[in-house]
């Protein structure tokens, strides 16, 4: 099983966008999720670091620059989604990853705090 660091710059941009009101409240993750194409498409006009951004976690011992190396996406690439980071919480929980089920739990109670 892999492992997991919390990416802190992901975090930092993910509460950026809470605090700048570029998110989605109410959405089907399953639907929303950026999918393989959405992923290459956005990185034929970005940067690596800010595909990172959009990711909880950096897998330990992967690459960097690889989309092998950022998991536990929470966002459609635009904004970010409480459904995202519902799924984060969830499956971080699920596969006993805490400290990446924290960071999106305290997202995702500041994005309540704020939308509340």
């Known amino acids: 099983m892999a492992s997991y660091t919390v990416n802190k710059k992901a975090v930092a ?13 109410d959405s089907d993750w ?10 290459n498409a956005f ?11 959009w990711h909880l ?4 011992g992967a690459t960097d620059e690889t989309k092998a190396r ?15 980071l519902i799924a984060c919480v969830y499956r971080a929980s699920e596969w006993r990853h805490k400290s990446i ?5 305290d997202l ?4 309540d705090s704020v939308t509340a």
């Not at 941009?13 to 409240?25: F, G, H």
């Not at 990185?43 to 951004?53: N, Q």
């Not at 976690?57 to 330990?60: F, M």
């Not at 995702?108 to 994005?111: D, E, K």
């Open 108 to 111: 995702l109670q500041h994005l």
């Open 57 to 60: 976690a950096l897998t330990d």
């Open 70 to 84: 950022y998991g536990f996406v929470y966002g459609d690439l635009r904004r970010l989604h409480r459904s995202g």
């Open 30 to 39: 399953g639907e929303s999720q950026p999918s393989a194409e959405d992923e």
């Open 13 to 25: 941009k993910a509460r950026s966008l809470i605090d700048a009101r570029q998110y989605v409240l």
């Open 101 to 105: 089920e924290l960071a999106a739990h």
């Open 43 to 53: 990185l034929e006009k970005h940067s690596w670091d800010e595909y990172a951004e």
